[in-house]
Every structure is written in structure tokens, then in C-alpha cells.
């Protein structure tokens, strides 16, 4: 069991003397992602009002992201959310997945169960233990209707979701995992 414990923290088998180490390193990456959410709901209910009245509010959630995630991702994802690269395919029972461009390929985001397509994600996230990657984020930011500059820039609009049928929805989804 110790083993499958070290394995699942994304810190190698050496940095975990005991089960007790093991598990106290999984406390603290979930507590890290909790903290993450709280930082994205804060920036969603903030979006919701167009930032009146919180107007520091942004600028206090970019710096406690800026805490849990290299600045590089911060950026980067924000950078995404603001050049359009971020859209919903969708089926007509609202199951939902993102497709995030990047640098020359597309990567699939499911935003509910982080998780993206792009190597980042293989390597930093679920081996070394950071919390996201930016294609992740930049769907968080994107459905927070959020852009750099702080203002309602409707991230997601129509032109961005593609709805398709159910069977359509499983091909998609088997063409691009």
C-alpha cells in the first residue's frame, strides 16, 4: 500500500520515508487544490458582477494564484483565455470537454475532472505534484468569463461551444484521446 501511495504523490519513492510521510504530502496537495478552487470561485462570483465593487478583488485573486502556481501558467493560461483559444464541445445531454489550442495542436481539457491532454499535464501535474496546467486554467478562467484586463469578455460565447450528437459527441471523443 505504501508503494501505491508513493506512486500517487508525484514526489518518487525516495522523498517518502514512511506511509505517514505519504499521506501527510497528500494532505497538502489537497489542501493546495482546495485552495485553488476557493481562488477560482472567488474570480467567478467576482466576474459575475463585472468586478463592481471588488475592483481589488481580481488583483487579490491573481496574487493568491500566483501563491499555488508558477506565474509562467498564471500568465500563459490568461494569455489563452484573451487570444480565443478556449472552446466547449458539447453533446445534447450537456456533456461537456474543452479544446484548448496550443502551440500548434489542440489539447482536451475535462474541467470538472483535471485533466488535459498536453504533456504538461503527464509530467508536472501528475508526476511532480503541481496543481494544473495552463490549458486547465485557462478553461477555469475562460468559464469565469474572464479576461486579463478583468472585464466580462463572454469567453465561452456562442461562436465558441459546437454542440453534437450524442454519437457524434463519442466519435469526438475517440478521434481526440
Not at 472567488?42 to 481580481?58: K, V, W
Not at 475535462?110 to 496546467?133: H, K, T
Not at 486547465?136 to 460565447?157: F, I, R
Request: hydrophobic residues 40%.
Amino acid at each position: 500500500m505504501a508503494d501505491y501511495l508513493v506512486g500517487q504523490t508525484g514526489e518518487g519513492p525516495s522523498s517518502c520515508a514512511t506511509l505517514a510521510d505519504c499521506a501527510e504530502r497528500v494532505k497538502a496537495r489537497v489542501d493546495r487544490h482546495q485552495a485553488l478552487q476557493d481562488m477560482l470561485l472567488a474570480i467567478t462570483t467576482a466576474s459575475q458582477t463585472n468586478f463592481q465593487g471588488n475592483e481589488g478583488l481580481l488583483a487579490d485573486c491573481l496574487t493568491g494564484l500566483s501563491a499555488l502556481l508558477p506565474d509562467s501558467v498564471i500568465q500563459q493560461a490568461l494569455q489563452l483565455v484573451d487570444q480565443g483559444e478556449v472552446s466547449c464541445i458539447q453533446s445534447r445531454r450537456g456533456r461537456r470537454l474543452y479544446s484548448v489550442r496550443g502551440k500548434g495542436v489542440s489539447h482536451m481539457v475535462i474541467a470538472n475532472g483535471l485533466y488535459c491532454s498536453c504533456p504538461y499535464y503527464a509530467m508536472r501535474v501528475i508526476e511532480a505534484g503541481e496543481l494544473c496546467c495552463k490549458h486547465w486554467l485557462a478553461v477555469q478562467l475562460a468559464l469565469a468569463k474572464l479576461t486579463p484586463n478583468g472585464t466580462d469578455g463572454d469567453s465561452l460565447g456562442p461562436d465558441r461551444v459546437q454542440i453534437l450528437e450524442e454519437e457524434d459527441f463519442v466519435d469526438y471523443i475517440r478521434q481526440h484521446f
